[in-house]
């Protein structure tokens, strides 16, 4: 049996603050096998550097995975052509930079981690994403089981995504908008789902970033930077397992664990 790890989006200083201070315990205590992350909001919600990505990988997270934002660090064009720890969603243009999947043989069986991303509400002119995941798995010659984290908006997209590839993937796991959902389930064939595995990041916010700040920009429709915010914090996402035998998921589990970041000193430039 293998046990897989999907955590929420990690939003802020906060959020990679709160994940280095839990996911090291939590990587132990629940006998975690792999564990994958959304870090695209990393940087105050607005893309993951190196440093940051680095650090995820240097505190328990084996993949890092993004959306829309990935590239939003002139730093992670370059890292992504050169590290195996980061991949993009396959429905990117084919000269995108980098990877969109990556092997891990986890006790004797091979998987296959997939990045897959919206086209709902995305803004973004991507290739359509069932197209793209269908015509990949009809050509994937590897004996794999593979599982798919789908970064996508609408929740109406991602539960239709689970029933195009219900009993050809072991999981489906929704993330983008930062909301745990509780309709966690094994469909008969399978497949584990969810609709959003969560966020990292700080509870009493929009999102995992400052209230106040939130609030101005919709009130004056004004370009305005999102700021990072402290305090309770949360670190979310999903335990699946899988037979050790055929791949199939046998059980998901939600995770949602509390703590408390302090706002660090306006000095402290440290991540």
């Given at each position: 049996m293998a046990r897989i790890l999907f955590l929420g989006e990690v939003v802020g200083r906060c959020g990679v603050r709160t994940l280095r201070k839990l996911l090291p315990n939590i990587r132990i205590n629940n006998n975690i096998d792999y564990v994958i992350a959304n870090g695209e909001g990393?940087?105050?919600?607005?893309?993951?550097?190196?440093?940051?990505?680095?650090?995820?990988?240097?505190?328990?997270?084996?993949?890092?995975?993004?959306?829309?934002?990935?590239?939003?660090?002139l730093d992670m064009v370059d890292l992504i052509n050169h590290a195996s720890f980061v991949i993009r969603p396959i429905n990117y243009l084919p000269k995108t930079p980098g990877k969109f999947c990556r092997n891990a043989i986890i006790k004797d069986?091979?998987?296959?981690?997939?990045?897959?991303?919206?086209?709902?509400?995305?803004?973004q002119n991507l290739q359509n994403a069932f197209v793209s995941i269908d015509y990949f798995l009809d050509h994937l010659q590897e004996d794999v089981t593979p599982l798919i984290f789908f970064h996508a908006s609408a929740s109406a997209?991602?539960?239709?995504?689970?029933?195009?590839?219900?009993?050809?993937?072991?999981?489906?796991?929704?993330?983008?908008?930062?909301?745990?959902?509780?309709?966690?389930?094994?469909?008969?064939?399978?497949?584990?789902?969810?609709?959003?595995?969560?966020?990292?990041?700080?509870?009493?916010?929009?999102?995992?970033?400052?209230?106040?700040?939130?609030?101005?920009?919709?009130?004056?429709?004004?370009?305005?930077r999102s700021k990072d915010t402290?305090?309770?914090?949360?670190?979310?996402?999903v335990i699946v397992e899988t037979d050790?035998?055929?791949g199939k998921a046998t059980d998901i589990e939600r995770l949602s664990v509390k703590t408390y970041i302090e706002e660090p000193l306006k000095d402290d430039k440290a991540v």
């Open positions: 990393a940087n105050s919600g607005y893309g993951i550097n190196k440093t940051q990505a680095t650090i995820l990988t240097h505190n328990g997270v084996d993949l890092i995975t993004g959306g829309e934002k990935l590239f939003y660090k069986k091979k998987y296959l981690f997939i990045s897959l991303q919206g086209n709902a509400e995305m803004r997209e991602k539960a239709t995504m689970l029933h195009f590839l219900d009993g050809r993937v072991a999981a489906v796991i929704g993330t983008h908008t930062k909301v745990q959902t509780a309709d966690e389930y094994i469909t008969d064939k399978g497949t584990a789902f969810i609709t959003d595995n969560g966020k990292i990041g700080a509870l009493n916010s929009i999102g995992g970033l400052d209230v106040d700040t939130e609030i101005y920009k919709l009130r004056s429709q004004m370009p305005t402290y305090g309770e914090s949360l670190l979310q996402g050790d035998s055929s």
